[in-house]
Structure formats: structure tokens, C-alpha cells
């Protein structure tokens, strides 16, 4: 079984996979301060049995201190080191931002999920702590795209920085015109990212010359994406996904080292000894 670990600001989300199929997924709290064994605790306390069960770990990550703690950590768990994602892994397609290495591995492995399920061009608009939109183009270039602040973010800009608004949860306001403070802030937040999101799709639809199809993901998705025109599909695990995919890439170089490795057959062992 995959175990893929998509490290965020906000949260770590754990997934599992046996083959392709996405078994669970779970949500931790990132956090800098918790050590490699509080990491391998909390992991083996999600998974439960099926932590004996997971034979190769893969991490996306945009928080490189953590990133260390939970690498430590998979590695006591899985008894292997875990695939490490960056600018250089086996995405699919070539990176056109500059320089590549400054590209968020969780952006671009969720162009790879895209490019799997929909081809190319692909957008992606993932609504995590930031709001971020990914460009592959029909050449199968990684473009770039655009950063915003996402939803929990704003709200919690807007309570701090301000003398009488309050912390606002968020979920679908009924109405655009706010009726009270929470629903002014609600209406503000998420209807305000849904255009937001829509403005910058058309931008990027007449920079393209084209209308690629749009997949929403990310924790927000949910709040957002119905309200935006331009989004025809939504894939919650779609992080994940690429996950699995891009770290499968990068163990077959190391699974053809091992089956190499094997001792040779009777007739293989025949065929060296003629060629000495």
C-alpha cells in the first residue's frame, strides 16, 4: 500500500492507497514544533493496523521543516526512506515557470492529476490557505498561474486587523446582500473568491486563446466552486491523487535497480558464462 502525505500550512492530509484506489484519506494540523516520533505516533494512530500494511510512503510538501519531521517519521514506519517530491520529479509535462524550483510541489502535482483525468489544457484551481490557479497548456507545459488569499486567510486577516469585525466561520452564504455582520463578511468571502477566481479564469481563457476545462479541489472547494461560472468539475482528492501518481514514476527506476539486483537464472547464468 502508497501512503501519500501532502504537507500544506494549515493541515497534513494523509492518504492510502492500495493500487489506485484512494482507500482513506485524514487531516492533521501542521505543525513546526511536534517532533519525527510525535509524527510517527499520530501516523500510526490514523492508519491504525494498516500502518504494517504500508510498504512505500510518498510527500509532497510546501513546509520544508515539517517535511523533515515527517520524512523521519515514514521512514521508522515504512522501514524505507519516502519519496521526496520536488521541481524535478517525473510530472508529465515540462515546467515553464522560472526558476521551476520555486513552483509549490502540491501545485504541481495537482497539474499531473489534471493532465491523468482531463488531458491538457487543464486548469486547476485549488482553494486551500491560498487560493491558486494552475495553467497546463495543450502543448503540455506547466505555465504558471496566480496565487490569492484563500478563504480562512482572509477571514482571519479581517479580524485582526480590524477593531469590531469578528472571526467569521464560513459556508455558503444564502445571499449576497449580508443581513448582518457574519453574513456581510461570509457574502464578502466567498462570493467575493468566487468572482475573484472567475475574473482571473477569463483572463487567463483570452491569454490561452482557448477554454480549458476547470477542476476545483482543495479544502474549500466545497464553499467556493459552485459559484463560480467557469469550474465544470470538482476532484477532492485530486492532491492526493497526483501524489500516487507521481511517486509511482519515481519508483520505478528503483524497482528495476532491485529486480536487476535478483540472482541470475539457469539460462541467464548459462548466457554470462559464454560471454566471459
Request: with cysteine; proline share 6%.
Amino acid at each position: 500500500m502508497l501512503l501519500a502525505l501532502d504537507i500544506g500550512n494549515t493541515n497534513v492530509t494523509v492518504g492510502l492507497f492500495r493500487g489506485r484506489r484512494l482507500v482513506r484519506s485524514w487531516r492533521l494540523s501542521t505543525d513546526a514544533r511536534r517532533t519525527a516520533d510525535e509524527h510517527e505516533a499520530a501516523l500510526r494512530a490514523v492508519l491504525g493496523p494498516a500502518s504494517r500494511r504500508v510498504d512505500v510512503c510518498a510527500i509532497a510538501s510546501v513546509v520544508p521543516a515539517v517535511e523533515d519531521a515527517f520524512a523521519a517519521a515514514a521512514a521508522r514506519l515504512v522501514r524505507r526512506p519516502p519519496v521526496l517530491i520536488d521541481s524535478d520529479s517525473p510530472f508529465g509535462f515540462r515546467i515553464g515557470y522560472r526558476p521551476p524550483s520555486d513552483v509549490g510541489a502540491d501545485r504541481l502535482v495537482n497539474a499531473a492529476a489534471a493532465m491523468k483525468r482531463f488531458g491538457a489544457p487543464v486548469i486547476v484551481a485549488d482553494f486551500g490557505t491560498a487560493v491558486t490557479l494552475d495553467v497546463l497548456d495543450r502543448r503540455g507545459v506547466y505555465l504558471g498561474g496566480a496565487i490569492a488569499p484563500g478563504l480562512d486567510l482572509a477571514a482571519e486577516a479581517l479580524a485582526r486587523r480590524t477593531a469590531k469585525l469578528p472571526r467569521a466561520t464560513l459556508h455558503r452564504p444564502a445571499e449576497a446582500i449580508g443581513r448582518t455582520t457574519l453574513d456581510s463578511l461570509r457574502s464578502g468571502i466567498v462570493f467575493g473568491t468566487a468572482a475573484l477566481v472567475d475574473g482571473l479564469l477569463e483572463r487567463m481563457f483570452r491569454e490561452l486563446g482557448e477554454r480549458p476545462p476547470v477542476v476545483a479541489t482543495g479544502g474549500a472547494a466545497g464553499i467556493v466552486a459552485p459559484h463560480c461560472r467557469h469550474i465544470r468539475a470538482s476532484v477532492p482528492d485530486l492532491t492526493l491523487e497526483g501524489i500516487r501518481i507521481v511517486g509511482e514514476r519515481m519508483l520505478v527506476p528503483s524497482r528495476r535497480k532491485r529486480a536487476s539486483s535478483k540472482p541470475a537464472s539457469a539460462s541467464t547464468g548459462t548466457s554470462s558464462s559464454r560471454s566471459r
